[in-house]
């Protein structure tokens, strides 16, 4: 029998096993998996001494198309997940204009057609106004799911009273996401803003204000019976909160917040740090590592949402929040990986089978016969620097800059296309993610 590629003698590393086999790929999707060393096919590529994962996915990213271009769009923000060995990613609804209808969505749809480098969904806002159409938006093909932000940040997107929260879980049927922090509290909290003072930021918004949005979010859930995701949790409360909650809600966690730690990051790199919710101090870092330790943590996404450097040098707190982070990812964590914060496997858990399983992708996130070629190859023994001209982002810098890595993405594969090959990238491809519905 003959295959269109064999890929040869990697180790190959998925949620719950390492072992050391060839795979063989016919048509885009995984045919077998053992020892192929008789056997033919088209191409044959070596991957001794380099592991073999499931295609990581990125399932928060805000690309800020349409509306912001000019510090980010979909095909500079795939170019970028594709260099850092992304697969696929899910695309946030706060643009200008937010996501939130029909026609907003397959705007998005039609932008994408030809020019993402990676496999894509997008995610619908709920609002207090649309939740009687979001049982329908959500099962338009190639959409991930109903996004809610409780507090205000980056757009106009907010659903910050119970009622509202309600009437969107008692409508939806699929896993919602949801940006966790409590608008009143903000609103009240807002004295405590310091002009020019970036470290203000985590005082203004603060723990106390997210555990508030986050117990209610479940609450709400529970009373519903629904499951929700929640996203970019920052504190060791909604931890300690949330392994108790596992049942109706899942939990994703930033590299940002399990890499950079206050009052550090402020004093380095100011505005440049700023994101919702924020860096916080080394307790709450180390009570997220727990998370990621003891199965609180569900997924690993990057929140990547770029500003341009214009944007960032405004003086606190009319500066925006965010920082990219799709390109930067991969390597981070492989990093954390290496100096022994976590395992391989559990890393392929939080960035591919996880994400897949819970949000029902269908032929992804797995090494396994019949799912899409879908692989990041990395070389664990390779040390580089992240830098800012490695950025391929429109913003052109990364909070990493000039961080020693240890383990780097060395090639991504989308459906047996080689779509990044030792920072060579390849044209788009990307198409729409399945999902079960």
């Given amino acids: 029998m003959s295959f ?36 033919d096919a088209k191409e044959i590529i070596d991957l001794k001494d380099l592991h073999l994962l499931p295609g990581v996915i990125d399932t928060q990213v805000h690309f800020r198309e349409p509306g912001g271009e000019h510090k980010e769009d979909l095909s500079s923000g795939t170019k970028a997940a594709v260099l850092g060995g992304v697969t696929g990613v899910f695309e946030m609804p706060n643009t200008e204009p937010s996501t939130t209808n029909e026609a907003a969505l397959m705007d998005k749809f039609s932008r994408a057609k030809g020019r993402l480098h990676c496999d894509y969904a997008f995610y619908v806002g709920g609002t207090p106004d649309n939740y009687l159409e979001l049982p329908e938006l959500e099962k338009i093909e190639g ?18 009273g119970d009622e509202d929260l309600d009437k969107i879980l008692s409508k939806i ?19 405590f803003q310091i002009k020019g003072d970036t470290n203000s930021h985590e005082v203004w918004r603060n723990d106390e204000q997210c555990l508030k949005a986050t117990q209610r979010i479940v609450n709400i859930a529970r ?27 899942s939990v994703e966690i ?38 990621i330790t003891n199965g609180t ?46 395992t391989l496997q559990r890393f392929v858990e939080l960035t591919s ?19 899409d070629a879908d692989f990041t190859i990395v070389d664990m023994n390779k040390e580089r620097k992240i830098t ?29 296309n080689i779509v990044m090959r030792e920072d060579v990238i390849a044209d788009p491809l990307g198409k729409p993610m399945k999902f079960v519905r």
């Fill in 388 to 416: 800012n001209d490695w950025i391929l982002s429109k913003c052109g810098w990364t909070p990493y800059n000039d961080m020693d890595i240890k383990g780097w993405p060395v090639m991504t594969v989308i459906r047996n």
């Fill in 297 to 342: 943590a569900d997924i690993i996404g990057s929140d990547h949402a770029p500003h341009s450097r214009e944007e960032k040098d405004v003086d606190y707190p009319n500066s925006p929040s965010g920082m990219p982070g799709v390109q930067t990812l991969v390597p981070v964590m492989l990093n954390h990986v290496n100096n022994g914060k976590l």
């Fill in 223 to 249: 009373k519903n019976k629904k499951n929700i995701h929640i996203l970019h949790v920052s504190s060791g409360q909604e931890i300690e909160f949330l392994s108790k909650n596992k049942d109706i809600a």
């Fill in 353 to 371: 089978f996880n994400p897949t399983n819970l949000f029902k992708i269908k032929g992804k996130g797995q090494i396994k016969i019949g799912f």
């Fill in 173 to 191: 049927n699929n896993r919602a996401s949801f940006h966790c922090e409590d608008q009143d509290l903000l609103e009240q909290r807002k004295k």
């Fill in 4 to 39: 269109d590629t064999i890929y040869k003698g990697s180790t190959i590393v998925t949620h719950n096993k390492t072992y050391v086999s060839d795979i063989a790929v016919r048509d885009g999707k995984i045919i077998e998996i053992g020892d192929f060393s008789k056997s």
């Fill in 254 to 291: 930033t590299p940002q917040h399990l890499t950079l730690s206050a009052p550090d990051c402020y004093n380095s790199m100011g505005n440049y740090a700023q994101m919702n919710p924020p860096i916080r101090n080394l307790d709450h870092q180390n009570k997220l590592w727990d998370g």
């Fill in 143 to 160: 959409c991930c799911g109903v996004k809610v932000f409780m507090g205000l940040s980056t757009g106009t997107l907010l659903v910050s």
